[in-house]
């Protein structure tokens, strides 16, 4: 009887030890944050593991990122962390969503009939990371022009637009 007792504890405590066992092999030690990080273009993308991982520091230490693919342009880009022999791969989301801010170096213009005047030459400080397009924009037909010149003498008011290269655009400036 007193052997059975043993024998029943005995096997509880290694069955328990298998089980923790089996639980420290699986359990993961760090998570991604999530699957795809998503910058603004012209923002700083993070080098700093904790940025991408929830793990405990120790861990942390261990990590290695994986961003030698990624590139600060608009796009989408592979990356990886690596702990020992794991990668977990993850997508680094560079967009531009951020309207082109600009104003205008006077609010009222005096020109000749018939001169040409570029929408560019009216515009100052405009503030964007990518390259922009200065134009005029009719309010009524939405046709685009760079420039504008008139056959008649009046007052006229002009909608002038600032559009980055991937689609965005100031509010209309006047």
């Not at 002009?158 to 559009?163: G, L, N, P």
Request: contains cysteine.
């Amino acid at each position: 009887m007193h052997n059975k007792v043993f024998i029943a504890v005995l096997s509880l405590f290694v069955a328990i030890d298998v089980g923790l066992c089996y639980l420290a092999l699986t359990i993961t030690p760090l998570k991604l944050k999530r699957n795809v990080f998503t910058f603004q273009y012209g923002e700083e993308i993070s080098t700093n593991v904790s940025d991408y991982v929830t793990a405990n520091d120790s861990i942390l230490k261990s990590v290695t990122l994986n961003i030698k693919d990624v590139s600060t342009n608009v796009g989408i880009y592979n990356a990886s962390v690596s702990y020992f022999d794991k990668t977990y791969p993850f997508e680094i989301h560079v967009i531009d969503t951020i309207k082109p801010k600009a104003s205008l170096k006077k609010v009222q213009w005096h020109i000749v009939v018939g001169e040409e005047i570029n929408a560019k030459d009216l515009v100052e400080n405009v503030e964007d990371f990518s390259s922009t397009t200065i134009y005029f924009l009719d309010g009524e037909t939405k046709e685009r022009s760079e420039s504008v010149s008139y056959i008649q003498e009046g007052s006229y008011i002009e909608r002038i637009i600032v559009e980055d290269a991937h689609g965005n655009q100031s509010a209309a400036l006047r």
